[in-house]
């Protein structure tokens, strides 16, 4: 999941700075005006200062409880040296949050990928102290090592998996700089919902884990719209796509709809899954025009699926005509 921001110029030639020299400790990044930009390079008065020396007194007087960063550290001797850390606080503005989450895999990717030995995602600002770190690594380290021939066999067996279930993905690039991961399975859904054969339903999801869209397994065909609002998850949000078959003033209709709801009792979950609805709504409906040909006739985002009646979709298929009633001038007084 991506934003479409792109990496500045000024960022690439701050990054390369970084790079070129091992003087420099890290890079602070922000987002502004649309596009990835450099704050301030890190640069230890004394070039053989410890990690968590460095990481004490040049990182944390840049840590704010109330505002997101991006943090290029060099934490490494050999390469990649580098890990790219998003620290997103909690308290930060809701559209700021929204926006270093979706962006971070960009910033990542536009500076080279192959130069960064991890990232990380921090919503504290004590996740970003020398004790913090310490306990990333003991929590990494806690993962027991596999021998080449236990990991071969674990990539086998995700594959076998994978294909028995139907969730192997494909990335779907809507532009430059924005490309979705959506399951096969959920591609092939959309594309027999435009076909018009075998469904009138499919409703998507989004996997946390993998940051990817994903077909709901449900084999329901609902005939109705309170048929169909009974399939709907009433407390996780879901993207629906559904062929309304009904019959109108005599003539029969099948117009496209669009569901996107979005439980209150869903806000309890972690907030960067809770983001990435919204901001994946879009994109949804860009696949499911590009990919399969569907362009939804009318569109519905409500928190909870009993909001949507049939009388509701109704009323907005077949909006009433304000009939205008002819001007009369008043008569005079008298005649």
Known sequence: MQSGISASQELVARFNDLLGSDTHFGLLATISSEQLRPLQLLT?????????????????????????????????????????VTYVPDTAPVRQKMLFAATRLTLVRELGSEHFRETLFATAAHELTP??????????????????????????????????????TREIHLSKHMATPIAEAALDALKELAA??????????????????????????????SELVQTISPTEPRFTFYRFTHSHSGAESS?????????????????????????????????????????????????DPSEVTEQVVLEELYPKVEVKKAFHRPKRPGR
């Open 196 to 225: 018009g054969d075998r469904r009138s339903l499919v409703m998507l999801k989004i996997n946390p884990k993998s940051e990817s869209v994903e077909l709901v397994p449900d084999g329901a065909t609902p005939s109705s719209i």
């Open 131 to 168: 004790a913090g770190f310490e306990k990333h690594d003991a929590h990494t380290a806690m993962e027991a090592p596999l021998t080449e021939e236990e990991r071969s066999l674990g990539e086998v067996r995700r594959a076998e998996q994978e294909a028995g279930m139907g969730t192997g």
């Open 44 to 84: 230890p008065s004394s070039p053989s200062g410890a990690f968590a020396s460095n990481v004490e007194s040049l990182l944390q007087p840049h840590i704010k409880p109330d505002e997101a960063l991006y943090i290029i550290l060099r934490r490494y001797t050999s390469a990649p040296a580098l890990v790219a």
């Open 255 to 303: 117009p496209l709809l669009f569901l996107y709801t979005c439980p209150t009792n869903f806000s309890t979950k972690a907030i960067k899954f809770r983001m990435m609805y919204p901001l994946m709504k879009r994109a949804v409906l860009s696949i499911a025009e590009k990919e399969a040909g569907l362009q939804p006739e009318r569109k519905f985002e409500v928190e």
